[in-house]
């Protein structure tokens, strides 16, 4: 689970050449404006990530205008993601641990997007506990994870802005999901004219086996369709097999996608070898799609080594900036 607010420490900071009033601090992987002298080096404060919703009350009044989301956004030059309060922001009696995740406490929730309602469709219940739900830690949290598989290597694919869609065959029945739900057939409804559009039902069947494709269903409609993209289109990021309880790896994705002659995730880059630097991985981020020429939202990175499912996301941080997330 992804802690969107937690204690951490200010591992530095740095002056903001041309600024007086601001500093650069770095708490996890992330690099923030906080005020001047506000805080000291290996000091404990409460970081909040970017894609926070807050509840709208005292001390985070201020953030009203903003529409109480934590974005990206770009002082005097400097990127600047998350904000970092003082302790004092805790309710008293708090136990105070570095790591601990105060997020539920602080009554703070993840901003998510509105799914259209061309996509919302009727609900036949939660996600199937038989499938992973579809998710992506970010680069900036990792931390010992980075060092640990430094070297190995990895593919790349983009990032693409839509709309999670999960199709899945489990003993002879065929199941569409968004990305926190199941779906009931509709003809109106955007994922499953996709699932008909491509014969996954058929498809699925002609293999005999209990199986999940998961992937990005994005263009008009979703997401303000930032590649501008004609129609709807849905591009595979992930087989997985149910009754083994494993994701498909590399080879195995591309042999099952063209053997049912399936759009994938634009791959980028099949032989990287990971660098455990973030900045360097930001910088990869920092990119044009490959489907159009508008910004790519980012990529996402994967150990390719059988057996592990290690799997992370670097967002453009052009991107970020330029759509106000
Ligand atoms: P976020 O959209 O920030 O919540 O990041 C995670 C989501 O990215 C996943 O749940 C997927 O729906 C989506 N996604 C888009 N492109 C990819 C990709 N190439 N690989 C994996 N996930 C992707
Ligand atoms: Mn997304």
Known sequence: MRKLASIQRIRSLAPIPGADAIEKATVLGWQLVVKRAEFQVDELCVYIEIDSLLPEREPFEFLRSRSFRIRTVK?????????CFPLSVLPQGTTIEEGADVTALLGIVKYEPPIPLSLSGIVKGSFPCFIPKTDETRVQVLGDLLQQYAGQECYITEKLD?????????????????????????????????ARQLDLESKLKS???????????????????????????????????????RYAS????????????????????????????????????????????????????????????????????????????
């Open 75 to 83: 002082l005097r030059g400097q990127v600047s993601q998350g904000i």
């Open 207 to 245: 293999l005999g086996k209990n199986l999940a494709l998961q992937g990005e269903l994005t263009g008009e409609g979703i997401q303000g369709n930032k590649l501008q993209l004609k129609g709807q289109q849905w591009f595979c990021f992930g087989i997985y097999f149910i009754d083994e309880a």
């Open 250 to 325: 590399f080879d195995e994705w591309i042999a099952l996608t063209e053997q049912l002659a399936l759009p994938r995730v634009p791959v980028l880059d099949s032989a990287y070898l990971l660098e455990a630097d973030i900045d360097s991985l930001l910088e990869k981020a920092q990119r044009r799609s490959v489907l159009a020429g508008a910004r790519a939202e980012g990529i996402v990175i994967r150990v390719k080594q059988a057996g592990e499912h290690v799997s992370f996301k670097a967002i453009n941080n052009e991107f970020l900036l330029h759509y106000g997330e």
């Open 162 to 194: 839509g709309s999670s869609a999960t199709f899945y065959l489990r003993d002879e029945a065929f199941g569409v999901c968004s990305r926190n739900l199941e779906l009931v057939e509709d003809a109106g409804n955007g994922f499953w004219k996709m």
